[in-house]
């Protein structure tokens, strides 16, 4: 069964992700999630025609960022929020790193694979 590149792609995706994840999570859940992602990631790399989606890992990487950054929208610093019920603080970090290194890590991915897609010669957008 031949799997398209664009298949390939995602399943390296959610791999970077998973692996970007635990990274960050390390003290908590990554513990369980880094090993789940390294053997995802051993079991793909044995399959043959995997290495045609292998940007998706480098723009996995970049999602949870993404996600830290938005958590952190309001930062830095200490945020308030009021209720009826009362008020809680919380201190957060400044999101504008999170941000860059995210998209940049999102963005480099998607380029690269359309970089590869032209120079293989296989036509078409990598993506679309």
């Known amino acids: 069964m031949r799997i ?3 298949a390939w792609f995602c399943v390296w995706f959610v791999v970077g992700a998973l692996g970007s994840l635990g990274l960050l999570t390390v003290l908590t859940v ?3 999630l880094l090993p789940v992602a390294v053997a995802a ?3 793909l790399a044995v399959r043959r025609g995997s290495s045609a989606g292998l940007p998706g890992l480098v723009s996995g990487l ?10 952190n929208r309001d930062g ?13 603080c ?5 999101p504008w790193p999170w941000l860059a290194a995210g998209t940049v890590l999102f ?10 897609r032209r ?10």
């Not at 830095?76 to 809680?88: D, E, K």
């Not at 919380?90 to 400044?94: C, I, K, P, Y």
């Not at 120079?119 to 679309?128: N, Q, S, V």
């Open 90 to 94: 919380v201190d957060e970090f400044d």
């Open 62 to 71: 970049g999602v949870p960022l993404l996600y830290v950054a938005f958590l």
């Open 4 to 6: 398209a590149v664009r």
């Open 107 to 116: 963005l480099a991915g998607i380029v690269l694979a359309v970089l590869l």
């Open 41 to 43: 990631g051993a079991l």
């Open 30 to 32: 990554g513990l369980y």
């Open 76 to 88: 830095p610093g200490n945020v308030c929020t009021t209720t009826a019920s009362g008020q809680s």
């Open 119 to 128: 120079r293989t010669g296989t036509g078409g957008p990598a993506l679309g």
